[in-house]
């Protein structure tokens, strides 16, 4: 088996009682003096277990292929360079949230050790090993190579359902979320709604997801000089609907006939009203491109032809409902309000209003495209995921508030 450790030497080894350290005959200083508990093994067992060939003396290390396809040092098959097993970075999560990394000199003689495995786009997770480093270096740690493939578990359910045609939607987003393929982001989109549908039964989580969103808008309307009374009047109107269970049916059926196939904070909030509205205005009307690209007419002119136009479709496609009192005619009384201030701030001339919406649309691209991204959430189990997705909503909306906190103050003075 050339440099591969015998399980069988390694077991009668692991069982056998230690040799006394009060022996002589078994302890030989190293060139430093000092005594190396592993220099009671025999020699050839030694080198196996270190992972020096005899022949040549060089250090050979196993090597495992990571996720992502590269090859790397199986002490931490995971990081980026091919640590030294003397020196193992061991990150935890602390009690606070923060994720804490720190260098610790290990000696190999260390049978006991806590070794910890960040995988890019997850949580560390410690694996406790009775193991020495120079056993790992040289046999690898077959629990160590379970929990990596386990990090993934919930998106390889997910694959399974795309494979199986089990996955629907809307609108394929992987383009704009930066993922590899369709089947990436549906996999993926697939683990998302069980974890969104997870957090959403708890009643603390919808009601801090209503207040921030409230708040939010609120903040960026005021930040705009507009008055926030009618969004906000708007926004109660429509979570008290949705809060009504009665009218579940209608929602879905409203939703249903505009493609949206599966109810849930995703397919709504995020791809039906947001992204949409991002590509709505990627490519607007041309009479609307007219009035703002037009030099005769003023500032306060086009932003009142835009106010207008917006109302004027959207009391058109009111007309149309088939449910005149359902969520889509509150949901039009939100855009009366939102719509005008965000296709100015995009449209319009460069300005602190343009600025901000960029900052904004910035932010929520970035919120979504980090909700597909294992480097920030764990596809792991539902409650690793939905754990992940809360801390970064938590942490989009910590920045978004900052940014508008900071405007808001030069904004009275004005």
């Known amino acids: 088996m050339g440099n591969t450790i015998n399980r069988l030497e390694l077991l009668q080894f692991a069982t056998s009682p230690f040799v006394s350290d009060d022996d002589p005959s078994h302890q030989r200083p190293d060139q430093n003096g000092s005594v190396n508990p592993f220099t009671r093994l025999p020699k050839e067992l030694l080198n196996k277990i270190s992972g020096v060939n005899s022949s040549n003396e060089n250090l050979q290390r196993s090597k495992v292929v990571s996720p992502r396809g590269s090859v790397r040092g199986l002490v931490n098959p995971l990081s980026d360079t091919e ?109 998302i709604r069980k974890a969104l549908s997870l957090i959403f039964s708890d009643e603390t989580n919808r009601d801090f997801l209503k207040s921030s969103g409230k708040r939010v808008v609120s903040d ?75 030099r005769w007419l003023s500032q306060s002119f086009k932003e009142t032809a835009l106010r207008t136009a917006v109302w004027s479709v959207l009391k058109a496609k009111r007309s149309r409902l088939r449910y005149p009192d359902g969520f889509i005619n509150r949901f039009y009384a939100i855009s009366e309000v939102i719509s005008p201030i965000f296709a100015y701030g995009f449209l319009g001339p460069p300005g602190d209003l343009q600025d901000l919406c960029l900052f904004f649309k910035g932010e929520v691209l970035d919120f979504v495209r980090k909700m597909f991204d294992q480097n920030y959430c764990r596809f792991s189990t539902e409650s690793d995921l939905a754990e992940d997705l809360l801390a970064l909503t938590r942490e989009k909306v910590a920045i978004v508030r900052q940014r508008f906190n900071e405007i808001l103050p030069i904004v009275h003075q004005q």
Not at 114 to 137: E, I, M, W
Not at 139 to 165: R, T, W
Not at 262 to 276: A, E, K, R, S
């Open 83 to 191: 640590d030294d097993f003397h020196s193992l970075s061991s990150r935890r999560i602390s009690q606070d949230g923060q994720s804490v990394t720190s260098n610790e000199y290990r000696s190999p003689g260390e049978l006991s050790r806590t070794l910890s495995y960040h995988t890019a786009g997850y949580n560390a997770f410690p694996v406790s090993s009775p193991l020495s480093a120079p056993f790992l270096s040289a046999i690898g740690s077959p629990v160590n190579e379970v929990a990596e493939v386990n990090q993934m578990f919930l998106y390889e359910q997910g694959l399974n359902a795309v494979n199986e045609d089990a996955v629907p939607c809307r609108v394929l987003r992987a383009e704009l979320l930066n993922l590899g393929s369709d089947s990436e982001f549906l996999a993926k989109l697939f683990g």
């Open 220 to 294: 960026f309307l005021v930040c705009c000089n507009h008055s926030p009374t009618d969004f906000q009047s708007a926004f109660d109107e429509i979570i008290s609907f949705c809060d009504n269970q009665d009218n579940w049916d209608v929602i879905e059926d409203e939703l249903g006939n505009r493609g949206v196939v599966d109810m849930n904070f995703f397919d709504i909030v995020i791809d039906f009203i947001f992204l949409d509205a991002f590509d709505d205005l990627e490519s607007p009307p041309s009479s609307i491109i007219n009035v703002l690209q037009n």
